[in-house]
């Protein structure tokens, strides 16, 4: 049973009772309905509370129900509240905890509303691509102002319970027991005779809300460039406002339904579930044992090991960060203040914090300090014979069950891991720079890896707020194996006609963050030159466009020397379209007999995204990430793939994979087409009409 109904002398608690946030789904809604009017028809009873079991009142809708029939099978959720709304006795909810979407909807259709201190009260529909589509954006306006509500609205964010005390949402909030207290709320109220208060019959106050809901259309603008519901948000508020109750209902609804069937939509739904499922790893169970993490240890403190120690003393777990010599040490704690001191001019962080946050690190130069560490981070430099004395030492002196983990981003995890007598301890944890600030976090799971220590690590991951996702070992492990492909179509783009700007232009058009160029220009071009130049020796067979080697031989390194695929200027990080690189990259066509014709915009994304798409499935079918969806997060939270598109592999099947099959086809059989092997699960699953996110 979804819900279940109990009398306590003459009221009735209608408790919801859906694990895990007792989601509104079909069999939820009709309980609902079911026990309001099994306490209409007993005469006992005076009045009714509505609450929540477990870890929530109600978090909202059951978004798994979108779009399947079940959506809209009676009792929709707007029946559901005007049945609680209508009904003769009073209803009063009881929110223990987080109250949100469809849950603080069915809340706002009840005659009252108590509330214990710290529940999460929120309408984040907006961050599902849609907006309250069950009278969100009529009556919280009308229960706590036009300004607060539409704060809420548009941007999804909780408020805390207590926060919104003296807002006109709560009757009561109430410190003690909570189930006590709305059942004496009950009893008082269920003596007066109705009708009782409905919160649709209140009216929005306002000086001016026609100049505030533009005000508000104006300051969504930049968010929602991308996103059509913030506006449509703003649009059901003003409905409400300009045309009563009623027609704002029927608007917001209307609404609802068309945003619910967007690619927007979709797209963050899927980024929803997926963030949910990378941390499920199927043949982990979900009860297997953790292991204790509460020192860490990070090794090497430049780039990489600083942010790393951040994460986990952000986290208020001790970092003991060690080094060869005492100047690199310093270095790395300096660094570390600067960038702490500049969270604090921001007034993102209070002084006292930084101070209580630095207390957290110990510096030291001797393994002799990592005895007691549960987990050890090495970030030293990216070759194995370094990596090899640093984990030989780590097997000296790490305790018993200690996990040792390495950042290493090209190098294998296996061949580290037999460096120690422990491989089963040995995982890769992969951060991303700014390691304290990018979401994303590859898990490497070496052949020894034990389910314990994965388990452990995704734990970890999620206490220092990093969205992880578990990747088996291959060269580039999942984000960056496919990031090289796109780069390769992006040079082979220029040798064959094409210019960093326009295809920069093109791909930021799409709405990647970031351009293949301007990128490489900010991340240093001399990496994926060392990184070629390896792969010149070991993969001799792999064609790669030599136009990037040509532009590093004039020392054009990107924004460090001031030159790179644009000109930089100083003190501007701008960057401006070269003539010396144009001509550069005309001359390298001309040398390699290439010919340059015109690239359209159209061409430009579908290889740099269908390249991804076309490793991505090569990855899925080697078994290194498990689901489309882990890779659709890679690429959503570490590499500026434009969420509103959902990752490379669920715009694959917006795309319909049959059309994607069809272009990388096209492209194998043109100049450099021999870099399209197109895997074959793309036209399996095309001829099965399937995609890679879809079962049925
Ligand atoms: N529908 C379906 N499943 C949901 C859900 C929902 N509304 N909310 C959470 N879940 C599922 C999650 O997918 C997860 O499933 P899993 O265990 O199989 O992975 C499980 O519940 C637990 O979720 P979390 O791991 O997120 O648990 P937390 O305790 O960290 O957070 C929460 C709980 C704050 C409720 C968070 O889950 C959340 O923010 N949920 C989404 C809330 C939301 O967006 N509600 C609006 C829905 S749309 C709506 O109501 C439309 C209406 O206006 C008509
Ligand atoms: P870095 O050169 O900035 O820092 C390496 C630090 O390790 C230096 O401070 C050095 O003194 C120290 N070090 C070297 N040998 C050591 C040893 N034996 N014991 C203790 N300390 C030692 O390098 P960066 O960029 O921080 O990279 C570190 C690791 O992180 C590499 O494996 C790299 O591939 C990986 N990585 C780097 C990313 C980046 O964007 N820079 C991204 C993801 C991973």
Redesign the pocket.
């Known amino acids: 049973m979804a819900v279940d109904y109990t009398t306590h002398d003459g009221v009735a608690v209608i408790t919801l009772n859906n694990p895990?946030?007792n989601?509104?789904g079909l069999s939820t809604r009709a309980g609902i309905v079911d026990g309001i009017e099994r306490a209409q028809n007993d005469p006992a009873i005076k009045a009714i509370v509505l609450t929540g079991a477990g870890?929530?009142f109600s978090?909202?809708?059951?978004?798994?129900e979108f779009n399947t029939p079940k959506a809209t099978q009676e009792p929709t959720?707007g029946t559901v509240i005007k049945v609680v709304e209508g009904s003769a006795k009073p209803v009063i909810a009881a929110i223990h905890s987080?109250a949100?979407?469809?849950?603080l909807?069915l809340a706002l259709g009840a005659h009252y509303r108590i509330a214990a201190p710290g529940a999460?009260i929120?309408?984040?529909?907006v961050?599902?691509g849609?907006?309250?589509?069950?009278g969100?954006t009529q009556r919280l306006p009308r229960a706590i102002g036009l300004e607060a509500s539409l704060n809420m609205i548009v941007s999804g964010a909780?408020v805390l319970s207590e926060k919104l005390a003296d807002s006109g949402l709560f009757d009561e909030v109430v410190q003690g027991d909570l189930a006590e207290a709305a059942l004496a709320f009950a009893r008082k109220v269920g003596a007066k005779t109705g009708p009782h208060p409905r919160v649709r019959d209140r009216k929005i106050e306002h000086p001016n809300a026609a100049g505030f809901i533009q005000f508000a259309r104006n300051s969504v603008a930049a968010i929602a460039k991308n996103f059509p519901a913030p506006q449509k948000c703003i649009d059901a508020v003003e409905a409400g406002v300009q045309n009563g109750f009623d027609k704002g209902l029927a608007f917001e609804r209307e609404c609802?339904m068309a945003l619910v069937q967007t690619p927007e939509s979709h797209a963050l739904r899927h980024a929803?579930?997926g963030e949910?499922?990378a941390s499920?790893i199927p043949d982990v169970p979900a009860d297997t044992p953790v292991r204790e993490i509460s020192k860490v240890a990070v090794i090497g403190a430049g780039t990489m090991g600083g942010g790393i120690a951040m994460n986990f003393i952000n986290a208020g777990i001790p970092v003991t960060l060690l080094e060869t010599k005492q100047e690199a040490l310093d270095r790395g704690l300096a660094t570390i203040r600067k960038n702490y001191e500049a969270t604090v001019k921001k007034g993102k962080l209070k002084p006292e914090a930084l101070e209580q946050r630095m207390a957290l690190l110990t510096p030291t130069l001797s393994y002799d300090d990592l005895k007691q560490a549960d987990l050890i981070v090495e970030a030293v430099f990216e070759e194995l014979g370094v990596k090899e004395q640093v984990f030989k030492r780590l097997d000296e002196v790490a305790k018993p069950g200690a996990i040792l983990a390495s950042n290493t981003s090209t190098l294998d995890v296996d061949k580290i891991a037999a460096f120690t007598k422990r491989p089963q301890d040995v995982v890769g944890m992969h951060f991303f720079s700014p390691a304290n600030v990018m979401k994303l976090l590859e898990v490497v799971r070496g052949k020894a890896t034990s389910k314990d220590v994965l388990a452990t690590v995704m734990k970890l991951a999620k206490k220092i707020r990093k969205t992880a996702v578990v990747s088996g070992v291959c060269d580039g492990f999942i984000g960056n194996r496919m990031i090289e492909q796109y780069i390769r179509q992006a040079l082979f783009m220029l040798e064959e006609g094409a210019l960093p700007a326009q295809i920069d232009k093109a791909i930021e058009k799409f709405g990647f963050a970031m351009g293949p160029f301007r990128m490489s220009d900010l991340a240093g071009n001399d990496i994926g030159w060392a990184i070629r130049k390896r792969r010149y020796q070991e993969h001799p067979d792999m064609h790669y466009s030599k136009v990037a080697d040509r532009l590093c031989e004039m020392g054009r390194f990107g924004q460090k020397t001031g030159a790179g695929w644009y000109d930089y200027k100083a003190g501007d990080r701008a960057a401006y379209p070269s003539k010396v690189v144009d001509e550069m990259i005309g001359e390298f066509s001309k040398d390699t007999n290439a010919g340059r014709r015109k690239i359209s915009d159209e061409e430009i994304v579908e290889r740099l995204v269908f390249s991804l798409v076309n490793e991505g499935a090569k990855i899925l079918e080697e078994g290194i990430a498990s689901k489309a969806s882990d890779i659709d997060m890679v690429y959503l939270t570490g590499y500026g793939f434009p969420l509103h598109r959902g990752g490379p592999m669920l715009y694959a099947d917006t795309v319909g994979l049959y059309n994607v099959e069809r272009a990388i086809r096209r492209y194998a059989s043109r100049a450099n087409g021999d870099a399209w092997k197109i895997a074959p699960s793309i036209a399996e699953l095309a001829a099965k009409g399937r995609g890679f996110n879809t079962n049925g």
Not at 100 to 103: D, K, L
Request: charged letters at 20%; glycine letters at 20%; aromatic letters at 8%.
């Open positions: 895990p946030v989601g509104l870890k929530a978090g909202g809708a059951d978004i798994t959720l987080v949100m979407g469809g849950g909807e999460q929120a309408l984040p529909e961050k599902l849609i907006l309250p589509g069950a969100g909780p609802f929803f579930f949910r499922a499920k």
